[in-house]
């Protein structure tokens, strides 16, 4: 098969890419970057993809850019890079794209679990609409703008809504181990939010599905099929670190230093099953906790 990926120098595109390739696909990475391979193709995201004719007749298309949600507080100014980055970047992308003789078959985007905003207890799937605030308004609006593919350029078109993604390599998960190896590790807030988190490997597993599978439409839940409460998934950190869990980040002070972030992506409560990846034969290796962290812990020492 023949793979684009834009956003592939990130975290999960530069997995993704390696799997893809492993398994004998051509891929090539959509950057804004100067080219650093031959499988590289510049693009701006406020005008276009340059070198368009390299994107002839391609298997599928997977679109990952986007500025990072949870790296800085959201001040106006990041929202609207949060916003541009991603709802405009989607539909400078299309627009490239349909100047194509051969659009690619499959465009395949990613959405955010954040759709949901608090729902509490509630369980969550597919099913269900999009919460208030800022994270579910962007969230909406991105997959939104995605979902425009099977419209603009007749592309079977899915969008895989992810949460926290662990993986040994980037991300979030280096950042939690540290405090958590020295036993500095507590929870959030109250800690009984469900906080809906996938490993880096189901991750890339559930992209490779939704890029295969021909009867794969619209938006997939693409998070663990039994959310853990906050306050057992930081525990299972502890546990595969060794070191005891016995205190926590108040939810006023994450507030303080996060605002509106932290409410959406440290707090909420968002207990979502994935019943269409599941419908379509999807298997989680990762889904238990502190198996899942023995892993990533495992896969950070041996690449020290
Ligand atoms: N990791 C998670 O836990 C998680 C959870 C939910 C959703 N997601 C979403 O999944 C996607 C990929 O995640 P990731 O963790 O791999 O992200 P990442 O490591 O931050 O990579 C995203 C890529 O997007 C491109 N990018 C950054 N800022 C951009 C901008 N202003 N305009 C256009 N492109 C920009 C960059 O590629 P170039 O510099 O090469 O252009 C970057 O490598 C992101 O959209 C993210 O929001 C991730």
Same mark, same amino acid.
């Given at each position: 098969m023949?793979?684009?990926?834009?956003?592939?120098?990130?975290?999960?595109g530069?997995?993704?890419?390696?799997?893809?390739?492993?398994?004998?696909?051509d891929?090539?990475?959509?950057?804004?970057?100067?080219?650093?391979?031959?499988e590289?193709?510049?693009?701006?995201?406020?005008?276009?993809?340059?070198?368009?004719?390299?994107?002839?007749?391609?298997?599928?298309?997977v679109n990952?850019?986007?500025?990072?949600?949870?790296?800085?507080?959201?001040?106006t100014?990041?929202?609207?890079?949060?916003?541009?980055?991603?709802?405009?970047? $989607?539909?400078?992308?299309? @627009?490239? &794209?349909?100047?194509? /003789?051969?659009?690619?078959?499959? *465009?395949? =985007?990613?959405?955010?679990?954040g759709?949901?905003?608090?729902?509490?207890?509630?369980?969550?799937d597919?099913?269900t609409?999009?919460?208030?605030?800022?994270?579910?308004?962007?969230?909406?609006?991105?997959?939104?703008?995605?979902?425009a593919?099977?419209?603009?350029?007749?592309?079977?078109?899915?969008?895989?809504?992810?949460?926290?993604?662990?993986?040994?390599?980037?991300?979030?998960?280096?950042?939690?181990?540290?405090?958590?190896?020295?036993?500095?590790?507590?929870?959030?807030?109250?800690?009984?939010q469900?906080?809906?988190?996938?490993?880096?490997?189901? $991750?890339?597993?559930?992209? @490779?599905? &939704?890029?295969?599978? /021909?009867?794969?439409?619209g938006? *997939?839940? =693409?998070?663990?099929?039994?959310?853990?409460?906050n306050?057992?998934?930081?525990?299972?950190?502890?546990?595969?670190?060794?070191?005891?869990?016995i205190?926590?980040?108040?939810?006023?002070?994450?507030r303080?230093?996060?605002?509106?972030?932290?409410?959406?992506?440290?707090?909420a409560s968002?207990?979502?099953?994935?019943?269409?990846?599941?419908?379509?034969?999807?298997?989680?290796?990762?889904?238990?906790a502190?198996?899942?962290?023995r892993?990533?812990?495992?896969?950070?020492?041996?690449?020290?």
């Amino acid at each position: 098969m023949r793979v684009a990926i834009t956003g592939g120098t990130g975290m999960i595109g530069t997995w993704l890419a390696r799997e893809l390739r492993e398994r004998g696909d051509d891929v090539l990475i959509v950057s804004r970057q100067r080219p650093k391979t031959p499988e590289f193709i510049r693009w701006d995201a406020n005008k276009g993809i340059h070198d368009l004719d390299r994107m002839e007749g391609l298997d599928a298309i997977v679109n990952l850019a986007g500025e990072p949600i949870a790296a800085r507080p959201w001040t106006t100014v990041r929202r609207r890079k949060l916003w541009e980055s991603r709802v405009d970047a $989607t539909g400078v992308l299309l @627009r490239s &794209l349909g100047r194509l /003789d051969a659009p690619p078959k499959a *465009f395949i =985007g990613v959405g955010s679990i954040g759709l949901f905003g608090d729902q509490g207890e509630a369980w969550v799937d597919e099913s269900t609409g999009a919460g208030d605030g800022f994270l579910p308004e962007l969230a909406d609006a991105w997959e939104q703008a995605q979902l425009a593919a099977k419209r603009v350029i007749s592309s079977r078109t899915a969008v895989l809504r992810l949460s926290i993604v662990l993986s040994p390599t980037g991300g979030v998960f280096p950042l939690m181990l540290k405090p958590f190896r020295i036993g500095m590790g507590g929870w959030l807030g109250h800690g009984r939010q469900f906080t809906p988190w996938t490993t880096i490997r189901d $991750t890339s597993a559930a992209f @490779r599905l &939704l890029i295969d599978d /021909d009867t794969a439409f619209g938006s *997939f839940n =693409g998070t663990i099929p039994e959310p853990t409460r906050n306050i057992d998934w930081l525990r299972a950190l502890g546990r595969a670190t060794g070191k005891p869990v016995i205190t926590h980040a108040p939810r006023w002070a994450l507030r303080g230093a996060l605002g509106e972030l932290a409410d959406s992506l440290l707090i909420a409560s968002i207990r979502t099953r994935p019943t269409k990846l599941l419908e379509h034969g999807f298997s989680f290796v990762d889904k238990d906790a502190e198996e899942a962290f023995r892993w990533l812990i495992s896969e950070v020492e041996a690449s020290r």
